[in-house]
């Protein structure tokens, strides 16, 4: 026999009435649920230069599933090990230049692809996945570039591009190099009156509108070469015109107010990329946005660590001083992940769920190690696309590293058939 319990419920005794505390069991939580909309879906792509000590940051072949051992590269992360899984076996098959592994890490592309041309990209996963799951927000996403901005292309170990993002047109999306100005991206209003900022509104749109008529007049009569050429320009103009209305829709709205202190200018190196970590989450909770890509630094991080060895000289390391360090760089860089799983996980969401549980991570390096390109290094972790968590996964040799970005953007809600060389998902993962 059913009975209707109503939220303000009493027991009876002696002829009193006491009120029962609010519990989840008789219905508090349900009512609560029903005034919560659902919790949106976060992704965080971290992508570092140089590769991994491969003797002592990949678990043992052997052991695959929930019974596998990290490595020592990996040990920091002991505490999350159910809450993360390691996958050995994927492979960009363009990439084939050892220091061009972030140009290419969340395209797939073939640099070579266009007859006649030395470079072509395409569109980066975490652009695929802001255009779907960040469009309410301010920001549809945010590059971050470790490191000083003038050593990025010879001392960090990543490549040509601006972040590790790409656009439709794969053209590279330009990245915020240090906390202090992401922080003032988020969370600094607008010195300028609204007045005046509508007016540069009204004049950029003024501007591509001529633009875009005097294209279209050119586009007769071009040879197929030039009109290839037109096109990616006029897909450039249509990523400005994105941007464009995204300004105007939140150009009356307040910034949020800053859950963390401002950061100090010029941090680099090892605390540099805590405070990118610490503002990605206080990013999350504001709901600034909902896509992070980090291209991390490599040559300050290791000056921060006290290393006297270079970077470059670091990942073609031997047995002795190179390796060891190496391997420090390895231990730090897990600690410093597993502090921001920490910070995910310790903010609480409306329903009572966290932060973690609604953020995908992806970790890792289009490098294993030296000039060796398969076998990337990857980590993933967070619930937010649904996959299996707690396991060391080996997946089939050459298995494309696309194959898991498209099972990532599948699981967070994006409708993709197939993202750069891709071949399906990766079912083990699902």
């Given at each position: 026999?059913?009975?209707?319990?109503?939220r303000?419920n009493?027991?009876r005794?002696a002829?009193?009435?006491?009120?029962?505390?609010a519990?989840?069991s008789?219905?508090?939580?349900?009512f609560?649920?029903?005034?919560?909309l659902?919790?949106?879906?976060?992704?965080?792509?971290?992508?570092?230069?140089?590769?991994?000590?491969?003797?002592?940051?990949?678990?043992?072949l052997?052991r695959?599933?929930?019974?596998?051992?990290?490595?020592e590269?990996?040990a920091?992360?002991?505490?999350?090990q159910?809450?993360?899984?390691?996958?050995?076996g994927l492979?960009?098959?363009y990439?084939?230049d050892a220091?061009?592994?972030?140009?290419?890490w969340?395209?797939?592309?073939?640099?070579f692809?266009?007859p006649g041309?030395?470079?072509h990209n395409?569109i980066?996963?975490?652009?695929?996945?802001?255009?779907?799951?960040?469009?309410d927000t301010?920001?549809?996403s945010?590059?971050l570039?470790?490191?000083d901005?003038?050593?990025v292309?010879?001392?960090?170990?990543?490549?040509?591009g601006?972040s590790l993002a790409?656009d439709?047109?794969?053209?590279p999306v330009?990245?915020?190099?240090?906390?202090?100005?992401?922080?003032?991206r988020?969370?600094?209003?607008?010195?300028?009156?609204l007045?005046?900022?509508q007016?540069?509104?009204?004049?950029?749109?003024?501007?591509?509108?001529?633009?875009?008529?005097?294209a279209k007049?050119?586009?007769?009569?071009?040879t197929k070469?030039d009109?290839?050429?037109l096109n990616?320009y006029?897909?450039?103009?249509?990523e400005?015109?994105?941007r464009?209305?995204?300004d105007?829709?939140w150009?009356?709205?307040?910034?949020?107010k800053?859950?963390?202190?401002?950061p100090?200018s010029?941090?680099r190196?090892?605390?540099?990329?805590?405070l990118?970590?610490?503002?990605?989450v206080?990013?999350?909770?504001?709901?600034?946005?909902?896509v992070?890509?980090y291209?991390?630094?490599?040559?300050e991080?290791?000056k921060s660590?006290?290393?006297k060895?270079?970077?470059h000289?670091m990942?073609?390391?031997?047995?002795?001083e190179?390796?060891?360090?190496?391997q420090?760089?390895d231990r730090t860089?897990?600690?410093?992940f597993?502090?921001?799983?920490?910070?995910?996980?310790?903010i609480r969401e409306?329903?009572?769920s966290?932060?973690?549980?609604?953020?995908?991570?992806?970790?890792?390096?289009n490098?294993?190690n030296?000039?060796?390109?398969d076998n990337?290094p990857?980590?993933?972790?967070?619930g937010a696309?649904?996959?299996k968590?707690?396991?060391?996964?080996?997946?089939h040799?050459?298995?494309?590293l696309?194959?898991?970005?498209l099972t990532?953007?599948?699981?967070v809600g994006?409708?993709?058939e197939r993202?750069?060389?891709s071949?399906?998902?990766?079912?083990?993962?699902?």
């Amino acid at each position: 026999m059913k009975t209707h319990v109503s939220r303000r419920n009493f027991l009876r005794a002696a002829g009193s009435l006491i009120a029962l505390p609010a519990l989840e069991s008789i219905g508090f939580r349900a009512f609560a649920a029903e005034k919560i909309l659902p919790r949106p879906k976060r992704m965080i792509f971290l992508g570092f230069g140089f590769g991994v000590t491969q003797e002592t940051w990949f678990p043992d072949l052997a052991r695959v599933g929930t019974d596998y051992v990290l490595p020592e590269g990996l040990a920091p992360l002991a505490r999350h090990q159910r809450d993360i899984t390691v996958i050995q076996g994927l492979t960009n098959k363009y990439s084939q230049d050892a220091h061009w592994g972030s140009t290419f890490w969340l395209t797939g592309a073939n640099r070579f692809a266009e007859p006649g041309q030395s470079f072509h990209n395409t569109i980066s996963a975490d652009q695929v996945a802001a255009a779907t799951i960040s469009q309410d927000t301010r920001f549809s996403s945010i590059q971050l570039n470790g490191g000083d901005p003038d050593l990025v292309a010879h001392h960090q170990g990543h490549g040509p591009g601006l972040s590790l993002a790409w656009d439709a047109g794969g053209k590279p999306v330009a990245g915020i190099d240090s906390p202090a100005l992401l922080f003032h991206r988020l969370y600094s209003e607008e010195t300028m009156p609204l007045a005046q900022r509508q007016a540069l509104i009204a004049q950029d749109r003024s501007v591509l509108d001529a633009v875009l008529s005097d294209a279209k007049q050119l586009q007769r009569g071009l040879t197929k070469s030039d009109n290839d050429k037109l096109n990616e320009y006029f897909q450039s103009i249509r990523e400005i015109e994105i941007r464009i209305a995204k300004d105007e829709q939140w150009l009356g709205i307040p910034k949020p107010k800053a859950p963390i202190a401002e950061p100090p200018s010029k941090m680099r190196g090892k605390e540099e990329v805590k405070l990118m970590y610490d503002l990605m989450v206080a990013a999350f909770q504001t709901d600034s946005t909902r896509v992070f890509t980090y291209r991390q630094p490599s040559e300050e991080f290791l000056k921060s660590l006290g290393a006297k060895v270079a970077i470059h000289d670091m990942s073609h390391y031997a047995p002795g001083e190179r390796m060891e360090v190496s391997q420090l760089r390895d231990r730090t860089q897990s600690e410093l992940f597993a502090g921001l799983i920490d910070q995910l996980k310790a903010i609480r969401e409306p329903d009572g769920s966290s932060l973690f549980d609604h953020t995908c991570i992806a970790y890792g390096s289009n490098l294993r190690n030296v000039h060796t390109l398969d076998n990337c290094p990857t980590v993933i972790a967070g619930g937010a696309a649904g996959v299996k968590l707690g396991h060391h996964l080996v997946v089939h040799k050459q298995t494309p590293l696309c194959n898991l970005w498209l099972t990532l953007l599948r699981g967070v809600g994006v409708e993709a058939e197939r993202h750069g060389d891709s071949s399906g998902i990766i079912k083990e993962l699902v």
